[in-house]
């Protein structure tokens, strides 16, 4: 795992507050402070996890989310907003960010979720692959867990990284229902109460990916009052 983390915020009391804490926890920060900027020195390093402010010049945070996640660069994104519509954050998640802080915000909280985020890259590295590294074949889904690549009905998919590891655990799991706090701590390798909307947003940007009818899945069933579960193997 990288450890440089970068932090793409025009708020410069806010990037150098960050970047402090961030070096406080033995980590390399580079700043950016309007969004052609930071989308450039994304594209360009290796960075662990890109902290990146909704609100900027130029290129606005949403466009710059969407940017990466259409060049493939599956960095995590922990998203910063000031602004409180539900819309802009569920909007966040769908087009490919990881987490979202609402400002303003705790630094204490903001350093818990990059915890949690560098955490699970790091653990999703050091564990083995899952109990076979065979590509797994269900219900018309192939997996190859190595080389990350998804087909549906001889269709590759484009996933997130996020999206691979979700669709990954549901598939290992047939047949188990997973509340969004379980996933939330299976996946995403936190748990938030209150932040169970992570979870939804992801579920329905990989039902789009994956099911042939999302408004009727077939594949990751939800569970009412529950959450979800995927759909067990078809026989016969």
Known sequence: MSNRILVIEDDHDIAHLLELHLQDMCLSV???????????????????????????PNLDGLEVCRRLRTYS????????????SEFDRVLGLELGADDYLTKPFSIKEL??????ILRRVELLKAQPLPATSKRIDINGIMI????????????QVDLTAREFDLLLYFVLHPGRVCSRAHLLDRVWGYGHEGYEHTV??????????????????QHILTVWGVGYKFAEPVTG
């Open 144 to 155: 190859d867990p190595v080389g990350r690549v998804v087909t549906v009905d001889n269709r």
């Open 200 to 217: 939804n947003s992801h579920i329905n940007r990989l039902r789009k990916k994956i099911e042939t009818d999302p408004a009727h899945a």
């Open 111 to 116: 350093l818990a979720r990059v915890k949690a």
């Open 30 to 56: 580079d700043l950016a402070d309007d969004g052609e900027q930071g989308l450039l020195l994304a594209k360009k390093g290796c960075y662990g996890l890109i902290i990146l402010d909704l609100m900027l």
């Open 73 to 84: 660069i599956q960095t995590p994104i922990l998203m910063l907003t000031a602004k409180s």
